[in-house]
């Protein structure tokens, strides 16, 4: 299994970006996927996820801005970000679960600053 995070880069404040996650199998043979972020000097978080039936949580911190989709013909999970804040620079990281085995992308950067 591989996951090609993309998308990341600089933004100001208030600015959006949008997140792609290209897996090499159906997205649909995981049983979650989902969005985490690492900051410096921070612990790894999960920030947005979704199920296999498409149910979707979010991190409190991000309720409302941040937004996760999928493309099941693109085998490509989404994380369309908004109203973007310096707090949310990190590097994020895409996750698969199938079953007890976390597959992880390489992650992608995202800064946030004017």
């Known amino acids: 299994v591989q996951l090609q995070a993309s998308g990341g880069g600089l933004v100001q404040p208030g600015g959006s970006l949008r997140l792609a996650c290209a897996a090499s199998?159906?997205?649909?043979?995981?049983?979650?996927m989902a969005w985490y972020r690492q900051a410096p000097g921070k612990q790894r978080e999960k920030v947005a996820g979704?199920?296999?039936?498409?149910?979707?949580n979010y991190a409190d911190s991000v309720k409302g801005r941040l937004a996760l989709s999928r493309d099941t013909s693109e085998n490509t999970v989404y994380l369309q970000m908004n109203s973007l804040k310096p707090e949310d620079s990190a590097v994020y990281y895409c996750n698969a679960r199938l079953f007890r085995t976390d597959y992880w992308g390489q992650g992608t950067q995202v800064t946030v600053s004017s």
């Open positions: 979704i199920s296999l039936g498409g149910n979707r």
């Open positions: 199998q159906s997205i649909l043979s995981f049983n979650d």
